[in-house]
């Protein structure tokens, strides 16, 4: 069964549906007579701190609460931990009887565990390491997709239906930039928001194909004479061809986190960018952006059903692999039916620091666009459609004076 | 009875609810047998070049799709009549034996169908004109509030009690920039997000109040001091002691539109101004900025419900003055009970070109803060709480290392 106290960690962005997880998990545990269900506030950060809390000691009506509000509950850290900050991870582990540990995360999140279940081994520590999937940007290796990406889908669909509502009403260019550094998958979910031929987004950029600044007016020019309007979704992590981040050509000092990413969110400094090279190369004079930012993983309220049975399920499911599969691992989603998925537990390593990006076959030949297999992969994890847009059809009057 | 034919248009920035306002004039101007019922493509433009649809061939179950639906389902303009254009305008309505003109708007919009009125009376033309309110800025004079910003409101109630859970996970200063020039309503809206008593937004900026940027540095010093952490919402029209906007203090070029505003969304320039101070004048690493952007009054599925009720009300009611009131006028909300409204029927000089701002009783002394009135004033208005944020209550573990 499960060995010694459980401890669990939530660590990197928050996403819609990661409280979830930890739910699943701590009820798993204290179900499973867990001599101890202790959560660590701010990921790998409380542990090596002592920051610790007995989640022994909650109501099963608040965790039920917790487990429907977005962001970690426990909070969460970009502490990314080297050697030294293993081995105080390992004293405070070991003082306080832990046996098995969950770290609830993205690949940064895992490789950090993995670190850790290495130490332990080398220690001689007996440490079951499980790891708790999530990620918004969706790019987790082995996994069909991530919790937390189908909520974070939805918000970019929603939003994208209504700016696309918007700018049909007040024609003009619209920029959206969206949240995924490396993966376009998030930005890719912009595409869910079309149901008319003619809805946006027209154009889509993801980071998976390199930026081209002249081909993307030429592209807006192009979609704008063709529709009277041109909505645009972008990824925060566009680059050119030296992969370098359009972002950063703007910047005046780029700042980066423990893990040395530039810093891409928390700024509208690239739809100003992309904004003002439409304004200066067309003669379109309407021309708007909106970087989507931290709603996009937060909203209250805009979450997708299927992510939130799944993120508990993973949280469910890793302490009954910690407590029969007899090895550390990563809790991962596979898809098995359409639509239904399964979670199996996989090596550390298969997933640790590694990042999966989009296949060629769901990114369109132009560039500038996803292709049906995308939407029919993504489709299903949004869940109920909820809203949906409708139009008059109503037919037009004959003109009398002839204007 | 209603005279001659009606026609229906939509002006100014769209909402989550202008579209109930439409159908329940069109559906209530059926059902009392005008002999035509017209709307007219993007407001006034859609007159002056006669791009007129016949509503009369809409069914009822596609009209109420479309009152679900955001944003202008006739289209929308920025187009602001003078003499000249309303003398197209009539020639148009004559032409088409328009008896009753119905301009769905805010008071940019209502200021339009004054004009028009007066014209149609110089020119002894029968034309019964009713304003029907929408705007998301709240801004309508004698109005207690005007369909679409309950909508918003809900949404950046919404956003702010997101990004407070995700600034509790991931400590640092959070800026978020609401819509509104004048008026501070939506940005006061943020303080809906709050719940515990250290819930952000921790500091409201308004353009109720001049904005010092010395003052909002210490401000965020001594809030982040306190609580580790610090929120703000501030409106994208807070200004200096001249009513310079902050936002041009930055911008390259200024846009204004027809009405000689300087425009203010459509660019993240304020948030980095805002958080770019905040990194000079303080030693906080983690600042991040947003601006909520086109999404406050468009994003598809957050919508209050009384809301939706009361843009349904005032549609019909516009219909039910111009059958039997004799005269023109704007429709306007009146808070009878608590909560329940009623509608009334006011001289088009009552509200248009007027700007209604927040009451002195409603802001806190120190100009950073809503008082409690506001939040008893707003908190019906956004109807159902809806999701909810929830926090553990696990105590802490003692610490056996003492760190």
Redesign the interface.
Same mark, same amino acid.
């Not at 962001?71 to 850290?77: K, N, Q, R, Y």
């Not at 021309?287 to 709603?295: A, M, P, S």
């Not at 909820?386 to 009057?397: I, N, Q, T």
């Given at each position: 069964m499960l060995q010694g106290k459980v401890l669990i960690a939530?660590g990197g962005?928050?996403t819609a549906v990661i409280n979830q997880s930890l739910v699943g998990a701590v009820q798993e545990a204290r179900r499973l007579g867990a001599e101890g269900v /202790?959560?660590a506030l701010?990921g790998v950060n409380g542990i090596?701190?002592?920051?610790?809390?007995?989640?022994a000691?909650?109501t099963d009506a608040?965790l039920e609460?917790?487990a429907?509000?977005?962001?970690?509950?426990?909070?969460?850290?970009?502490d990314k931990p080297d050697l030294a900050y293993c081995q105080e991870i390992f004293?405070?582990l070991k003082?306080?009887g832990i046996g098995t540990f969950f770290y609830i995360g993205g690949n940064d999140s895992s490789d950090a565990l993995r670190i850790v279940a290495e130490e332990a081994a080398k220690a001689d520590t007996p440490m079951r390491c499980v790891h708790i999937p999530k990620t918004i940007d969706n790019d987790l290796m082995v996994n069909d997709h991530t919790p937390g990406f189908p909520s974070a889908a939805k918000f970019v669909a929603?939003?994208f239906?209504? @700016?696309n509502?918007?700018n049909?009403?007040?024609p003009g260019v619209?920029v959206g930039i969206v949240m995924g550094r490396h993966a376009g998958f998030l930005t890719a979910a912009s595409a869910l928001?079309r149901k008319y031929a003619d809805d946006g987004p027209h154009l889509i950029y993801l980071p998976e194909r390199t930026f081209d600044m002249d081909k993307f007016t030429t592209d807006v020019k192009a979609a704008y004479d063709k529709h009277g309007r041109c909505v645009i979704a972008a990824s925060e992590g566009i680059h050119d061809s030296e992969g370098t981040p359009i972002v950063t050509k703007l910047a005046k000092e780029v700042e980066k986190d423990a893990h040395g990413n530039v810093q891409l969110?928390?700024?509208?400094?690239l739809?100003?960018l992309l904004?003002d090279a439409i304004k200066s190369n067309t003669d379109i004079s309407r021309?708007?952006?909106?970087?989507?930012? /931290?709603?996009q993983?937060?909203?209250?309220?805009? @979450?997708s059903e299927i992510d939130q049975v799944e993120a508990r399920e993973v949280g469910v499911r890793a302490v009954q692999f910690a407590a029969w599969a007899g090895r550390d691992g990563t809790v991962t989603i596979h898809r098995v039916g359409d639509y239904a998925a399964d979670y199996r537990l996989n090596a550390l390593e298969d997933v640790a620091a590694k990042t999966k990006v989009m296949d060629d076959a769901m990114i369109d030949a132009g560039g500038a666009d996803v292709t049906p297999a995308f939407i029919d992969y993504a489709r299903p994890l949004i869940g109920a459609a909820?809203?949906?847009?409708?139009?008059?059809?109503?037919?037009? @009057?004959d003109?009398?004076?002839?204007?």
């Open positions: 939530q962005g928050p /202790y959560g701010h090596v701190n002592e920051n610790l809390v007995d989640l000691q909650e608040n609460r917790v429907q509000t977005p962001c970690s509950a426990l909070g969460s850290t970009r004293k405070v003082a306080h929603s939003a239906a209504g @700016v509502l918007d049909r009403a007040l619209y928001a969110s928390g700024t509208g400094a739809a100003d904004t021309v708007r952006g909106d970087t989507f930012g /931290y709603l993983r937060s909203f209250l309220g805009c @979450v909820g809203a949906e847009a409708f139009r008059l059809r109503a037919p037009a @009057v003109k009398i004076l002839g204007k």
